[in-house]
């Protein structure tokens, strides 16, 4: 069965430094989505993606993060310059078409020094 | 903001009984409620879903019931087994396709 991945499954990286979340949505998939769950807190909404731009972004998403299709497979997160409370389970999701559920990917850890 | 509650943050229940997991919400608009299901290290699995036009949708073991005037869902997995220890997320949507609204999680323990 198709499944969204991601890498790595664990980042380390000292605050004010960039770092790049990569995700590889399921093949066929149009939509595609960032979460991030920090420590003992609810899963949040970041950024959803479609037709190469920007559907849609919560608050938190804010100028330091930007997402990018680079090709046909990819999805990146970038973090341009990570805070402390960066800290947190990044899950990308993704789905087919507007009436399919979102598919999840195991998660990259980002752990900011 | 917690527009998705769930206010149990954890349940233990013997392996072959039903376990109940419950979910409250408080925007009416939602119009998809959604089940999710974590293993540690994994991210969410998606478990059975219902729209805001039915009351029950059920698969399997698990059957999930939408009372939308009481703006609650349930998930009962009946019989309960314990390869279905996990966290249990309820989310809902607007929209299939647009941001999920997730509840701080359920920790499931099914006991043998």
């Known amino acids: 069965e198709p499944e969204v991945t991601q890498t790595p499954s664990h980042q380390v990286t000292q605050m004010g430094q960039e770092v790049i979340l990569r995700c590889v949505p399921i093949?066929?998939?149009?939509?595609f989505y960032w979460y991030r769950q920090i420590l003992g807190q609810k899963v949040e909404f970041l950024v959803s993606?479609?037709?190469?731009?920007?559907?849609?972004k919560s608050e938190i998403f804010d100028d330091q993060f930007s997402v990018e299709r680079p090709d046909g497979s990819n999805f990146t997160l970038k973090i341009r310059s990570t805070k402390l409370e960066d800290s947190a389970m990044y899950f990308c999701?993704?789905?087919?078409?507007?009436?399919?559920?979102?598919?999840f990917g195991p998660g990259t850890r980002l752990t900011v020094l | 903001d917690q527009q998705v509650k769930q206010n149990s943050p954890s349940l233990s229940v013997q392996e072959g009984r039903i376990s109940i997991l419950n979910c409250d919400y408080t925007?009416?608009?939602?119009?998809?409620f959604l089940w999710y299901k974590k293993y540690p290290a994994e991210g969410p699995t998606f478990l059975i879903s219902?729209?805001?036009?039915?009351d029950k949708n059920e698969d399997g073991r698990f059957t999930v019931f939408l009372n939308k005037s009481a703006k609650h869902l349930s998930l009962h997995i009946v019989p309960s087994q314990p390869g279905d220890s996990a966290v249990y997320f309820c989310?809902?949507?607007?929209?299939?396709?647009?941001?999920?609204?997730f509840g701080k999680g359920t920790r499931l323990s099914v006991i043998a």
């Open positions: 999701a993704s789905t087919r078409q507007a009436t399919d559920t979102q598919y």
């Open positions: 093949s066929n998939h149009l939509y």
């Open positions: 993606f479609y037709n190469n731009e920007i559907s849609e």
């Open positions: 925007n009416s608009m939602f119009d998809y």
């Open positions: 219902i729209s805001s036009i039915k």
């Open positions: 989310a809902a949507a607007l929209e299939l396709n647009t941001p999920l609204v």
